[in-house]
């Protein structure tokens, strides 16, 4: 019998004082909780649900069972850390640091022939590829994210010889920029290769299980990781979703690589979390996911979310083809936010970045607004 914990933030403030103090900051971000559910499961079944207000926490935690006394511990304690500063090590010396204490935007760059929103635009033009990179830094991007393979369910897999001659070249020009980059890649031959062209992180939609080799590259590199959920093997990650239950099995899921990775010698503050929205999953789980965003603080890491002009928004919204789903995915991208998300992989960046800004006045006004404490 095995029986696991979890801590779900489920009474998310833009405030503490909105709730007379008595509120959690939620992974550093500007978000905050004053309820939770402690949930316990057993071979896969949840058994048991308390909800707690954010002041019972510690009695609660305390009265646990010895077996989930750690975990919960844990738990507790990952919810409330303050989350790093992204370090990137810079080519040719030094180090640049991107801060997670408000919500950042990656733009997304697809030298691909068959992205599914935007392939082809870019591949065959380096000029507009760079123009598209420097409009997306210029309206307050934080990272580009290059790729030069299609995730898109059923794309033709890419031969490495030409992955590399896809995004080598873009990442020195953006490197020249001075953008701060991340590679979406499966290979450590790619990894290695755009790292010592200048890129600064690994984003990898197969969480370093493509190959083994993955794991001891990132490790060596030092560079910071994103690890993204995706229920299908490695070299197929769309297919073969079972779950008992979505939230909590990706939650597992997302702590195993998390635990091999630092088995493997990555540093804790160098991995970043993504549940991997529109991978395998059906809409509803999709939704279930998303609707469980503030559970995955209690995992310790930064938070990414990409959902933009996904699939799920198309189902929810008339089936709108992928250029047409510029609102549902602003209206994600809030959302996520709101949950305490601390990094959005986005297409549309000038528009995100319009959203986060304007959520972020509005959170500041609420930090400011003493007129909801006590006298
Ligand atoms: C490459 N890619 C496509 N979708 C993605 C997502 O949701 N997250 C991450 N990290 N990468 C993705």
Same mark, same amino acid.
């Given at each position: 019998?095995?029986?696991?914990?979890?801590?779900?933030?489920?009474?998310?403030? =833009?405030?503490?004082?909105?709730?007379?103090?008595?509120?959690?900051?939620?992974?550093?971000?500007?978000?905050?909780?004053?309820?939770? %559910?402690? @949930?316990?499961? /057993?071979?896969?079944?949840?058994?048991?649900?308390?909800? *707690?207000?954010?002041?019972?926490?510690?009695?609660?935690?305390?009265?646990?069972?010895?077996?989930?006394? %750690?975990?919960? /511990?844990?738990?507790?304690?990952?919810?409330?850390? &303050?989350?790093?500063?992204?370090? @990137?090590?810079?080519?040719?010396?030094?180090?640049?640091?991107?801060?997670?204490?408000?919500?950042?935007?990656?733009?997304? @760059?697809?030298?691909?022939?068959?992205?599914? #929103? =935007?392939?082809?635009?870019?591949?065959?033009?380096? /000029? *507009?590829?760079?123009?598209?990179?420097?409009?997306?830094?210029?309206?307050?991007?934080?990272?580009? =994210?290059?790729?030069?393979?299609?995730?898109?369910?059923?794309? %033709?897999?890419?031969?490495?010889?030409?992955?590399?001659?896809?995004? $080598?070249?873009?990442?020195?020009?953006?490197?020249?920029?001075?953008?701060?980059?991340?590679?979406?890649?499966?290979?450590?031959? &790619?990894?290695?290769?755009?790292?010592?062209?200048?890129?600064?992180?690994?984003? =990898?939609?197969?969480?370093?299980?493509?190959?083994?080799?993955?794991?001891?590259?990132?490790? #060596?590199?030092?560079?910071?990781?994103?690890?993204?959920?995706?229920?299908?093997?490695?070299?197929?990650?769309?297919?073969?979703?079972?779950?008992?239950? *979505?939230?909590?099995?990706?939650?597992?899921?997302?702590? +195993?690589?998390?635990?091999?990775?630092?088995?493997?010698?990555?540093?804790?503050?160098?991995?970043?979390?993504?549940?991997?929205?529109?991978?395998?999953?059906?809409?509803?789980?999709?939704?279930?996911?998303?609707? +469980?965003?503030?559970?995955?603080?209690?995992?310790?890491?930064?938070?990414?979310?990409?959902?933009?002009?996904?699939?799920?928004?198309?189902?929810? #919204?008339?089936?709108?083809?992928?250029?047409?789903?510029?609102?549902?995915?602003?209206?994600?991208? *809030?959302?996520?936010?709101?949950?305490? +998300?601390?990094?959005?992989? $986005?297409?549309? $960046?000038?528009?995100?970045?319009?959203?986060?800004?304007?959520?972020?006045?509005?959170?500041?006004?609420?930090?400011?607004?003493?007129?909801?404490?006590?006298?």
């Amino acid at each position: 019998m095995t029986r696991k914990l979890y801590i779900r933030p489920i009474a998310l403030a =833009d405030s503490p004082q909105s709730e007379e103090g008595e509120a959690v900051r939620l992974g550093g971000a500007m978000v905050w909780a004053s309820r939770f %559910a402690i @949930l316990v499961r /057993e071979n896969g079944r949840v058994i048991s649900r308390e909800r *707690v207000p954010a002041a019972r926490m510690p009695g609660a935690l305390a009265a646990l069972p010895a077996d989930l006394g %750690a975990a919960a /511990e844990a738990q507790w304690a990952n919810l409330r850390k &303050v989350r790093a500063p992204l370090r @990137l090590t810079v080519k040719g010396g030094g180090e640049r640091t991107i801060r997670l204490d408000q919500p950042q935007v990656m733009g997304i @760059l697809n030298m691909t022939p068959d992205s599914f #929103s =935007d392939g082809g635009r870019f591949l065959d033009d380096v /000029e *507009v590829a760079s123009a598209h990179a420097a409009a997306m830094l210029e309206a307050g991007a934080a990272i580009v =994210d290059l790729g030069g393979e299609s995730t898109r369910p059923g794309a %033709a897999a890419v031969w490495e010889g030409d992955e590399l001659k896809r995004v $080598v070249p873009m990442v020195e020009r953006l490197a020249a920029m001075g953008a701060a980059i991340s590679v979406d890649t499966r290979r450590p031959a &790619v990894m290695e290769a755009t790292l010592a062209a200048g890129a600064h992180i690994i984003n =990898d939609v197969s969480a370093l299980r493509y190959d083994p080799r993955s794991l001891e590259l990132a490790a #060596s590199s030092g560079a910071p990781v994103m690890l993204m959920h995706a229920p299908g093997k490695a070299d197929d990650l769309h297919s073969g979703a079972v779950f008992d239950d *979505v939230v909590l099995d990706v939650f597992d899921w997302l702590a +195993a690589r998390r635990d091999a990775c630092l088995a493997a010698g990555i540093a804790a503050d160098r991995i970043i979390l993504d549940p991997g929205f529109g991978f395998g999953l059906t809409l509803a789980q999709n939704l279930a996911l998303f609707n +469980a965003l503030p559970l995955f603080h209690a995992l310790g890491h930064p938070l990414l979310v990409g959902v933009s002009r996904k699939r799920m928004i198309g189902a929810l #919204s008339n089936e709108a083809p992928a250029h047409e789903r510029l609102g549902g995915s602003v209206a994600l991208a *809030v959302k996520a936010i709101d949950a305490g +998300a601390h990094l959005l992989r $986005v297409h549309d $960046v000038a528009e995100t970045v319009q959203a986060v800004r304007v959520w972020r006045g509005l959170r500041d006004a609420a930090l400011t607004d003493f007129s909801q404490l006590p006298d």
